[in-house]
């Protein structure tokens, strides 16, 4: 056979999904398994949505959509702006996405050159590279620490900005150490790519998953940044595949003919469905939920700590506890293995998010329930306590 | 603004979404428009498919599934290969995708270097080429006409074979021609390019819609060939985006590996939905409707011929009706034009679908009813008989 593209050498599996794969495996062998790895909330997607939907398959909608998705549910989104940040985002500007993979796709696609560099955190979001070297792009990973807050500030994004870098791309609140970025860094990462003539993209999909604060959107600063958001993660809605991008007015015909070419559509049901996410009704089951995760985070972190994973930060946002375990184990592949195959316990190495201090992190995501958490927490405290 | 990446300047829009476009808008302004121009049944998904997603929804089939598709899909996939053609796919080698545009997606990633070429008829679909510009790689158009059947048949892909084409990739039955590649000429293709080092890609999309006989697949000859699929066009689930791939063994790690960056997953209730569409019940529905296309079809074609419009062959399969209209304009664009805003007829013009005679080839689909059809019929013989 021919052989593959040579892009494949440099994409790797995801390896929470192998993770996944094992524990699942093992469950049908009889074993009790905790679940810490999956990036999905536990909970099935909200009951007004799942009406919505059922009705709009009762009438028929089940033909292609416009390529930018319903205009309907793009007014809903520029509403929730005005509501939740108190700004105004033409609808004309959001174009709906087959989640926010897509919306990465349609930004890659549209900004990257081959050979164009951006910079991003590592640790971060496995599939963002994939999606550069999909493009024959190429991510520049900059290390970031707890003294940086696992982001990637102005200061140092200014430090490594190379040559060939054509912009930055950023999580706020980020996968996996949930944190998230102030307005003053985010206005000065946008003062930096235009002072550089690069592209800004913020990946937003946690926004609404933080706990005690709500994290600036770039959207309240400047119109010329790219966002990427999702209704997976606080809308409750990963199996729907809908996401959305915010472009600046300039770009939308040419992301509209890349929708056209590379997507037609996205699901049209799903678009009606998710009208729902936005009534009061769902709001308060969402809300109500993000206050279960920021029970969960308040009990997992200080038995962690207490257990002697080094978490020097409190996660604000997103689901996850990204934690050091250089206590236990310099190779976070081979621990992880061991607290599946040997304590039931799932969770996600630091591999799957770059290559700094991989090897003596893991991610453990609260998407499971108290009472697993806290089975979780005495498996883990039997081996490592 | 930084400026888009250079790949934008080649990717040209859906013509046939802004003829939608502004037929709609015609429509709104209180004109009445016979519609000929979406390539998409007129039909809503068939109700079993209807209530197996709503039932999915009920019992909250709403989170991630598989990357590859859940499995009682590909087994289902698998088992429709062996009651329809007699073959044995395994179901390890389905992926389920996103729409066939899903697949394309896997395919262009897999097999598709920068700077490598890719044989494929013009006319053809448009999208083809674009997924090809995504990954920096080449759409190799070879002119073909009615006396290869609009087909890329092994004789004129060899004469046509460069030294930087990495593979072929045909469509059977293909949009716009509705024309099939034999089992000889699959055969031929296969053969070619197993003796060239190249790939073959058969795009069977409209499988299921052929009138009177069925097109041989691809799969009948070999293992090695990737075949493109879709529960849009006989299945009639467009709005749903479920399409499928198979591929030889060999490389579905890689599309495993791809489609978990690129996509996380598909929409889960559509693909419990799908699993309807093979039911008895929904295959008596679906054959039904192929008989009205048939009907459709025989009636559109004779008017068409008779009116003066060029269509040498008899198209034996997908919604389409490839015309010359050399009788009266050498400007599709225009000719359709005037035909919408006039007449108040939408077809799509020939640029849509390549270079090569695309001035004088216009599209009709026939995806409205025959009312709409005879009144399409009477108004182009006001004008044009």
Redesign the interface.
Known sequence: ??P?????QD????RV?EVLTRARMLERAGRSIMHLE?G?PDF??ADPI?RA??AA??R??????Q?AGIPELREAIARWYEEEYGITVNPSRILVT??A?GAL?LVA??????G?GVLMADPGY??NR??LR???GEAQLVPVGAAERYQLLPGIAEKHWQPNT??VLVASPANPTGESLTRAELSGLQSLTKQR???LVVDEIYHGLTYGFQAPSILQLTD?AFVINSFSKYF??????LGWLVA?E??VP?L???A???????????QYAALAAFEPETRAILDARRDIYAQRRDFLLPHLQRLGFDVPLTPGGALYIYAGIERFSRDSQRFCLDMLEQHGVAITPGADFGRHKANTHVRFAYTTSMEALEEAVSRLERVLG
Chains 1, 2 share one sequence.
Do not use: H
């Open positions: 056979m021919r593959f593209a040579k892009r494949l994409i790797e599996p995801f999904v999956a999905e099935a997607t799942i939907g059922q398959l009762a028929g909608a089940t033909g292609y959509s390529a087959p989640g993979s796709l696609a549209l900004l990257v050159n081959p164009d496995p599939c994939n999606f999909l493009v024959e054509a912009g003539g690069g592209f010329e409750g809605m990963t199996g729907w595949r600046p300039a770009a040419e509209e003919k890349l056209q070419n590379l997507f037609i559509s996205m699901s049209t049901m799903g």
